[in-house]
């Protein structure tokens, strides 16, 4: 493998890749290399490399704009520095140097008939922290297609490149429940036909998707995709005919899915673009029918979102859930909040996501949410004082919960 020595100075500051266009081989070998070079501090995103479980050298700081993946184990041990940051403020922090950008590391597409590659399945702040990285290192994987709408880049523009022929990491994935698949339905209820459609990843975005298979000309703009959404493709379901921006096209910057999810794309209307375009509220303000769909750890009565703090810990991953719900709240059709009513308590029994008041921070503000849903039902906020947003909050909660919410409302705003 590539000896990192002489490509990488002590003190410079390194971004690589994330989900499965992670360029592991390099990334482990640096690790490696570590301890020779000096101190030096890396920016990761998603990551699924086993390695980041093992102890790393002292002289490596790690920071990411989230605990995401394997990253937790170093945000479990205290060697993981969060950034609390729209995923949108991305591009604008490397081009200002506020994020490591002396060395990029990058998974990419084998050579084309004019000796480009592109960035794959991986654009996203890829694509916008090159134009500011002093070195750019390479893994060719053989494995990786050849993707459209991301920058085309000549083997020149590399210090050094390692050829591979490798599966790409894969996060793991629950199947959907009981619970996720009561929840999915109900969202799809609230999705008309011919929308644009936001959502993460996890099981309970992939129920959302599956529930949706009866819809007709869907379309999808996000930073990320899954299998789902290439389902949906098949199904003839998610064909863009209506989208305002990109018709026709699934738009997205990071594809994190299966291997053979991966080796098909390259035969899909599916577009990788920049950070700097997928969440831009430019592009997105376009969108007339944007529906985002996002995830919350828990939700007060007012509606505000508290997605970064996890049973007392900060794990950030702020990520575009506010750059997507506040264009779908503001200029599109709706943002919808999901969430589990409830989660397993650490002294027995469960607590209920549904708060009086949130315990961490504010995520989304409440004026950015349209509805919230758990698998006991669907509360639209908008156009709702704070009393009715509390009243509607506290029916679809879980039961065993209601009571004492109820309690709370009435503190808050009185017997109405």
């Known amino acids: 493998m590539l000896d990192m020595m002489g490509l990488v100075r002590s003190g410079d500051g390194i971004w690589w890749g994330q989900g499965g266009a992670e360029p592991t081989p390099l990334v482990d070998a640096l690790i490696d290399a570590v301890d020779r070079i000096g101190p030096l501090t890396a920016f990761s995103g998603a990551s699924w490399n086993p390695r980041l479980r093992r102890e790393l050298p002292d002289a490596l700081a790690i920071t990411s704009y989230g605990a995401l993946g ?8 205290g060697r993981l520095e969060v950034l609390p940051c729209h995923y949108s403020a991305l591009p604008r922090m490397f081009a200002a140097g506020r994020l490591p950008c002396d060395v990029g590391i990058v998974q990419v597409s084998p050579p084309d008939e004019e000796g480009l590659v592109t960035l794959g ?3 996203d702040y890829m694509a916008d922290a090159i134009p500011h990285t002093r070195t750019l290192i390479g ?27 490798r599966p790409f990491l894969e996060a793991p994935v629950r199947a959907p429940d009981e619970v996720d698949l009561s929840i999915a339905g109900q969202v799809a209820s609230l999705i008309d036909d011919g929308d644009t459609l936001q959502m993460g990843v996890g099981s309970l975005p992939h129920a959302v998707l599956d529930a949706l298979a009866g819809h007709r000309d869907l379309g999808f703009h996000s930073g990320i995709i899954t299998d789902g959404v290439l389902d949906l493709i098949d199904k003839g379901v998610l064909t863009g005919a209506r989208k305002e921006v990109d018709p026709g096209i699934v738009v997205t910057g990071s594809a994190f899915g299966t291997n053979d999810g991966v ?3 390259a035969d899909l ?6 950070t700097s375009y997928t969440h831009s509220p430019v ?3 376009q969108l007339r029918s944007f529906v985002s769909v996002n995830s919350a750890i828990e939700i007060d009565l007012s509606g505000q979102v508290g997605s970064e703090l996890a049973r007392g810990r ?18 599109g059709s709706r943002s919808i909040i999901v969430l589990r009513s409830t989660v397993p308590s650490p002294a027995g029994g469960t607590s209920s996501t549904i708060v009086p008041t949130l315990s961490g921070l504010v995520t989304t503000g409440r004026v950015d949410v349209d509805a919230v849903v758990t ?22 909660a879980a039961p065993e919960h209601r009571e004492a919410l109820e309690r709370s409302r009435t503190d808050l705003h009185g017997a109405t």
């Open 263 to 265: 080796c098909r794309i």
């Open 375 to 396: 698998e006991h039902g669907v509360a639209v906020l908008t156009g709702c004082t704070d009393a009715d947003r509390a009243r509607k909050l506290v029916r679809i």
């Open 314 to 331: 900060y794990i950030g991953a702020v990520g575009g859930q506010v750059d997507f719900s506040r264009a779908a709240a503001l200029t």
């Open 269 to 274: 209307p599916i577009e990788f673009r920049a």
């Open 70 to 77: 394997e990253l937790r184990h170093l945000s479990r041990s």
């Open 139 to 165: 893994e060719i994987n053989y494995r990786m297609p050849a993707t459209t709408g991301g920058p085309r880049l000549p083997l020149s523009v590399f210090a050094a490149v390692v050829e591979t022929d």
């Open 121 to 123: 399945v991986g654009v």
């Open 283 to 285: 592009v997105l303000s």
